[in-house]
């Protein structure tokens, strides 16, 4: 899940990433993401060797809904904040520090920054705890148990297999 970054940004630049379940299938399985995930962002120069991203991330999570246990589709979309600066550092690191701001350092030579475990945070953070497939509509309840005064008036529909048991046991108390 990769963002290029110029060498020599001096203007802000708008981007539309893409991503699919090619670039990051662990991620995309994970999450439980459904098709691409989108990306607009602002990249804009903050000095010579750091600049600043900002923008929103958007797509589809197949989530499992809590009242009926069936899976549904919800769209979403969160905001991003990521600060990359390039210094002398043998790989990307990430300092997570900030609860607002993703920070991270790139070698100097590298042309992108790997946004992975910044998405894959925003979207985990982005889920409900408790997913509802439609939270407008009214949940009820339905049981095969009556209570109450209609239980006991109604007759209920008895299993066939129990009448032998039942039989058995009149026997057993008419015979003491």
Not at 30 to 46: I, M, N, T, W, Y
Not at 138 to 147: A, H, K, M, R
């Amino acid at each position: 899940m990769r963002l290029d970054i110029a060498q020599k940004l001096i203007e802000p630049e708008d981007r539309r990433v893409v991503w699919s379940h090619a670039d990051a299938p662990e991620v995309f399985d994970e999450l439980h993401l459904k098709g691409d995930l989108v990306a607009q962002v602002l990249v804009s120069p903050e000095g010579t060797n750091k600049c600043l991203v900002t923008g929103t991330i958007s797509g589809v999570q197949t989530l499992t809904c809590v009242r009926s246990l069936e899976p549904f589709d919800r769209p979403f979309e969160t905001e991003m904040t990521v600060e990359v600066e390039r210094v002398q550092v043998a790989s990307q690191e990430l300092d997570d520090e900030d609860e607002e701001i993703f920070a991270y350092k790139i070698p100097q030579t590298q042309g992108f920054v790997d946004l992975r475990e910044c998405v894959r945070q925003l979207v985990l953070l982005q889920e409900p705890q408790a997913p509802v497939k439609n939270p407008d509509e009214d949940f009820i309840f339905v049981s095969n148990n009556q209570t109450g005064e209609e239980s006991e008036s109604a007759e209920k529909p008895m299993d066939p297999r129990w009448d032998k048991l039942k039989a058995l046991k009149s026997k057993m108390e008419h015979r003491s």
